[in-house]
């Protein structure tokens, strides 16, 4: 009976931990890497500003929608691929080999930039929100301590951040809808006005940059296919997270930026928009109009913990990609374990923190702007990559579906939607690639290599996947496989 026990301990070292996430555990780890107050009060003004003004929520409602369209062929992908290693694994599997080697690096590349961005802004925000309780210390140093707290909770059991993320995203929902039904109640500025839904409010000013902002907020969201391995019964929970996932977020910033312009007044919202020296403090504003300054306090606080938020799920998120890349080969064996007490990717997170903090001491010795530089040109970086994952993923579903018709899958799911999808993104990719320096604030030699960072890790996934079918063709022909039990 030892020597079974022990045998049986040794084959999980590779494994991560089953049966640990439900539903709701899973779809509050993706809604707090979209994080959803740093989205309506960071996001949202801005792309208010820059884009299309009130009729950003219309956007928002556009762009809901559009995910939902692509969630019905990834949710059916998840059916049939429970791989930790998500969109790699479905362009392993659609697409062969070489495409998940290029997405698996493209997914690593992009997690970390979203993941290490944030942590500028989190730094920034929680700067400021301490030196106003008399606490000055730099941007960099919270950052430092944001990265030590997260490294220890993503080495540990992957529940633990579960229960913290809820906790942190039931208490923005809570601030902002109060927020909300405040402004309703009151009517706001002018009276409650459908115009921000109109086609001439959505297709004002710049609406191209207001889809991508809308795609930026919801960043995230995706993710639900990476816990499929931590999953309790995997193909009801991950498909019901995903839906869940969109629908709460998406309806949350619509309602949320409806109100927001009605608050401020259609009309008047452009102009005080462009009055404020900085767009962020827009939504506080308002809170301070109809709710108080108490609320506002609150807010002031859960936006911190909001940021904090966001990169926990996000170093959960790129450990899971690193780790896979390990255990398949890709990268180096040694990274595809996990810890032999908590099951977690121990080792690619850390491998995670040690970037961060390399990453963020970079920008803090050369003096760069934590919001400007670091959180601006990374984040744009990463919704670039992960919308190129979303079409590649598009088109492995169309592919993979008709290599396999015996899923029993209906066309509707795993043709024609994902087909449209691709089609969409391709666009949204084009749009992302010639506004870059709009969008990043990154002009000149930056404005290009930014984006081009994602073609870069295509083509160094491409090489590793290229090098892995020479070296080992059994374990490129298994990359993206579901794990057997």
């Known amino acids: 009976m030892e020597g079974k026990m022990t045998t049986l301990e040794a084959g999980e070292v590779n494994r991560l931990r089953k049966n640990s996430l439900g539903v709701g555990a899973i779809t509050f780890m993706v809604i707090s890497a979209a994080a959803p107050l740093t989205a309506v009060a960071g996001g949202t003004p801005l792309g208010m500003l ?32 429970g791989n930790a290693g998500a969109f790699y694994a479905y362009a392993a599997r659609g697409l062969g080999g070489l495409a998940g080697g290029a997405t698996a690096l493209i997914a690593i590349l992009s997690y970390n930039a979203m993941q290490i961005g944030v942590m500028g802004l989190l730094g920034a925000a929680t700067a400021g929100l301490f030196a106003g309780w008399g606490v000055t210390l730099p941007w960099w140093a919270w950052s430092f301590i944001a990265i030590a707290i997260v490294a220890m909770l993503g080495y540990r059991q992957v529940d633990l951040s579960a229960k913290i993320l809820t906790v942190l995203v039931l208490a923005e929902y809570v601030v902002v809808l109060i927020l909300d039904l405040t402004i309703l109640k009151t009517g706001g500025d002018s009276g409650l006005s459908a115009a921000p839904f109109s086609w001439s409010q959505i297709t004002s000013g710049a609406p191209a940059i207001a889809i991508l902002f809308c795609f930026a907020a919801f960043i995230g969201f995706e993710a639900t296919t990476i816990y499929a391995e931590e999953a309790r019964d995997p193909k009801v929970t991950i498909p019901r997270a995903t839906y869940f996932s969109v629908i709460l977020i998406g309806l949350f910033y619509m309602i949320t930026a409806w109100l927001m312009a009605v608050g401020a007044g259609v009309d008047k919202l452009l102009p005080s928009l462009q009055g404020l020296q900085d767009p962020t403090t827009f939504l506080f504003g308002l809170s301070d109009r109809y709710a108080g300054t108490l609320l506002t306090h609150a807010m002031s606080i859960l936006f911190v913990s909001s940021l904090f938020a966001g990169v926990l799920a996000f170093h959960n998120a790129v450990a899971r990609y690193i780790y896979v890349a390990g255990r398949e080969k890709l ?26 903090a390399i990453v963020v001491g970079l920008f803090a010795v050369l003096g760069l702007d934590p919001v400007l530089a670091l959180f601006s040109w990374l984040t744009n970086v990463a919704t670039l990559g992960v919308i190129v994952m979303m079409a590649v993923a598009s088109l492995a579903v169309v592919i993979y579906f008709r290599a396999n018709p015996s899923s029993q899958e209906n066309a509707l799911k795993t043709t024609i939607l994902p087909a449209l999808t691709f089609i969409a993104f391709a666009i949204i ?57």
Not at 61 to 67: M, N, R
Not at 333 to 347: E, L, N, W, Y
């Open 50 to 81: 820059m884009g299309n003004g009130a009729g950003f929520a219309g956007t928002y409602l556009i762009v809901t929608l559009l995910l939902l369209l692509f969630a019905v062929g990834y949710v059916a992908m998840s059916r049939h691929i």
């Open 331 to 356: 990268l180096p064996q040694t990274i595809g374990v996990t810890h032999s007490a908590h099951q977690s990717p121990h080792v690619a997170s850390v491998i995670q923190t040690v970037l961060a």
């Open 429 to 485: 990719i084009y749009l992302i690639v010639i506004n870059f320096g709009s969008l990043s604030g990154a002009g000149g030699f930056l404005g290009v290599f930014l984006p081009a960072l994602v073609l870069i890790a295509a083509v160094a996934g491409l090489l590793l996947a290229s090098a892995l079918r020479s070296r080992d063709p059994v374990a490129f022909q298994s990359l993206g496989k579901p794990l057997k039990d």
